[in-house]
């Protein structure tokens, strides 16, 4: 059973910086497809950023392009994302998502993904 769990969150000012951590266990597979997705109060899950740990393929939502890093340390089972320039417009709970045994990077669909953390907090303040 894969497990996710998410750390890093916190609460800074518009222009701040946060790194979140996915700490993976569980994987039966090498190449997977890893995920980050939001959820601000009142509207929907939304994807963030995709990696594929079979490679180095990323993808990122336009909100967060040049702003936002995902990446990898394959060796410990953790994806990070590092995000920059932060805006009052990214809060919201972060979540990890993964899906075992993937060929390539896959999408930023919420129904892609099959294992899910429980989240951590951004609070971004003007």
């Known amino acids: 059973q894969v497990q996710l769990v998410e750390s890093g969150g916190g609460s800074v000012q518009a222009g701040g910086s946060l790194r979140l951590s996915c700490a993976a266990s569980?994987?039966?597979?090498?190449?997977?497809?890893m995920g980050w997705f939001r959820q601000a109060p009142g509207k929907e899950r939304e994807g963030v950023a995709a990696i594929y740990t079979g490679g180095s393929p990323t993808l990122y939502a336009d909100p967060v392009k040049g702003r936002f890093t995902i990446s990898q340390d394959n060796a410990n089972n953790t994806v990070y994302l590092q995000m920059n320039s932060l805006k009052p417009e990214d809060t919201g709970m972060y979540y990890c998502a993964a899906r075992q045994n993937c060929a390539s990077l896959g999408p930023l669909a919420t129904n892609w993904y099959n294992y899910w953390g429980r989240g951590t907090q951004v609070t971004v303040s003007s």
């Open positions: 569980g994987y039966t597979y090498r190449r997977n497809c």
